[in-house]
């Protein structure tokens, strides 16, 4: 007499507790890198759009984009923008020294814009004054020509205006005078052929 072997249960419960498959399972650290993702893509736009000039200008970007009321990272890249004009000068790249500072007033503008106290305050408005008038002896010199040259009234007009604004605001004496002494010599320059070597 043959006894049947029992057949296993494939329907038994312990069957259908076994574990899901492990693609159901999500990776914690997925949302947090897209997350830092997204925080570093927009970081990105807006170093591009800043246009940093040096690797230490790109720390005072990040300054601006987290505390964009901040004195000090405006009066920072003002500064920096100032040292690149500087160095575009010296390597006689005219056109580049005067676009970069004129990101150094717009900086430094800014910058006496939110100001916490009357040292800020001056601090600002004597580094954005200087700037002002670096930028318009640089047009002077592009714009001055040779006596038998008509010189660029254009642009000497637009360097006299400049330091007309500079004269608008409270100033330390050697700024002042050297304001007026630049006004001088635009105005000279500005006089038709030998006229500008005369005495008036």
Excluded: C, K
């Amino acid at each position: 007499m043959t006894t049947a072997s029992a057949s296993p249960d494939v329907t038994h419960p312990a069957a259908a507790a076994a574990p899901g498959p492990l693609a159901d399972r999500r990776d914690p650290w997925v949302i947090g890198g897209l997350v830092l993702l997204g925080v570093m893509t927009v970081f990105a736009i807006l170093l591009y759009r800043a246009s940093p000039q040096s690797a230490r200008e790109v720390g005072s970007a990040a300054l601006v984009a987290v505390a964009p009321d901040a004195f000090t990272p405006r009066i920072s890249r003002a500064r920096e923008r100032i040292s690149a004009a500087q160095r575009a000068r010296a390597a006689g790249d005219t056109a580049g020294a005067l676009a970069r500072y004129a990101e150094a007033e717009e900086e430094a503008l800014t910058a006496r814009q939110h100001t916490a106290d009357t040292t800020q305050t001056r601090t600002a408005t004597e580094l954005w004054a200087t700037t002002v008038l670096d930028r318009a002896e640089l047009m002077l010199s592009a714009g001055a020509r040779p006596w038998y040259r008509a010189d660029n009234n254009q642009v000497l007009g637009e360097a006299l205006a400049a330091v007309r604004r500079v004269q608008t605001v409270p100033l330390p004496a050697p700024t002042r005078t050297r304001a007026q002494q630049l006004a001088e010599r635009i105005e000279r320059q500005m006089r038709a052929g030998p006229l500008e070597w005369l005495p008036r």
